[in-house]
């Protein structure tokens, strides 16, 4: 071995910046929780003492805080007045909880995956799965608001409204199924925007169908609304106007066992709408932080979920359209096309005739 020791500095480099991440990564969350983050957003310039006393913390503690955020790039530091001010760019990041780009959850997915790094290493060791139910608590909480507001922004708008003549006819009244809907988010967005159509959640994770039903009664929408506990190829409702897997079919054992039954459960002229990871066809191009962070949690999460059931197909969270088309294609749809992209999602339309 011998090594180019400029690339090996640089390299070294890249790994300090890494470590230095994961480390500020929980200074995020602790800004967040604290509210120093939505204290900042549109104060301007504020000191240490200033921020302190707005959130009632001490000063000390607030800035070394704001030190490691401005190291970061994340806070802007003024050294002639000693002010620290966080850009309105950064705000919809950090501090607007229904902002589309609000990214602070995915910490909470990371923390999880920490605390089941024993697991992980377990199942690498084994090759068994790891079931969803089975991981840590964070992830289920971090994975609802890390989704929702790309939802809350995205799903009837501009995906559905992709989809050839589906606004249309959920306006009059249809039926939608909302397959592996966790805690309901994309569904209670559905049931609310969609009015005259009936609503069905469908999860096999009891509690998050619990969780799912509490939030549906919170929001007034349970006339048009239904949670069921049930495997994506196990519920019995028929004749689907439209059927939705919410970054979720990747997750799944058998992911063509759940699209043909979602195929058999659609009306002839009936759609389905796939929403996946963002990502292409090929390793090669998918070299990017979104799917490094993507890959990641295929790796602790998505992977092992499916190998923790029947079939273990393991499709992983970066399976690409290609691969997402055959899987369709093999479930029985004989159209599949992408109706739509963002820079973290992929949106594919599928239709059996």
């Not at 290609?322 to 339309?349: K, M, Q, W």
């Amino acid at each position: 071995m011998n090594p180019d020791m400029n690339q090996v500095e640089a390299f070294a480099g890249q790994v300090v910046t890494d470590v230095a991440a994961a480390m500020s990564g929980v200074m995020t969350s602790l800004g967040d929780k604290l509210g120093l983050y939505k204290a900042m957003a549109d104060a301007g310039p504020l000191t240490s003492g200033a921020l302190a006393s707005k959130t009632g913390l001490h000063e000390r503690y607030v800035r070394e805080w704001l030190n490691n955020q401005v190291a970061g790039g994340y806070i802007i530091y003024q050294p002639q007045d000693g002010t620290y001010e966080l850009p309105d760019a950064h705000a919809l990041v950090l501090a607007v909880d229904g902002s589309p780009v609000f990214l602070v959850p995915a910490l909470e997915v990371c923390a999880s995956l920490w605390f089941d790094r024993d697991k992980i290493e377990d199942a690498f060791r084994s090759g068994d799965g790891i079931a969803w139910k089975d991981h840590h608590e964070g992830l289920f909480c971090g994975c609802e608001a890390l989704f929702k507001p790309g939802y809350e922004a995205s799903l009837v708008a501009d995906w559905i409204g992709a989809l050839d003549g589906v606004p249309a006819r959920l306006a009059a009244g249809g039926k939608i199924a909302d397959v592996g809907c966790g805690h309901g988010a994309s569904a209670i967005i559905l049931a609310d925007a969609f009015p005259n159509s009936t609503v069905y959640g469908f999860d096999s994770h009891r509690e998050s169908i619990n969780i799912a039903r509490q939030r549906a009664s919170d929001a007034g929408l349970s006339g048009n609304l239904h949670f069921e506990t049930a495997l994506a190829k196990g519920y019995e409702e028929r004749d689907f106007d439209l059927i939705c897997f919410m970054d979720c079919l990747h997750d799944m054992g058998d992911p063509i066992g759940a699209a043909r039954h979602a195929c058999n459960a659609l009306k002839p002229d009936g759609t389905l709408l796939l929403v996946e990871p963002a990502a292409d066809d090929g390793v090669e191009n998918n070299i990017n932080p979104v799917s490094r962070l993507y890959y990641a949690a295929s790796t602790g999460v998505c992977t092992p979920c499916s190998l923790s059931q029947e079939v273990r197909e393991g499709l992983g969270a970066q399976a690409g359209p290609g691969r997402l088309a055959d899987v369709l294609g093999e479930a029985g749809f004989s159209t599949v096309r992408v109706a739509a992209r963002t820079p973290f999602n992929i949106i594919l339309e599928a239709r059996k005739g």
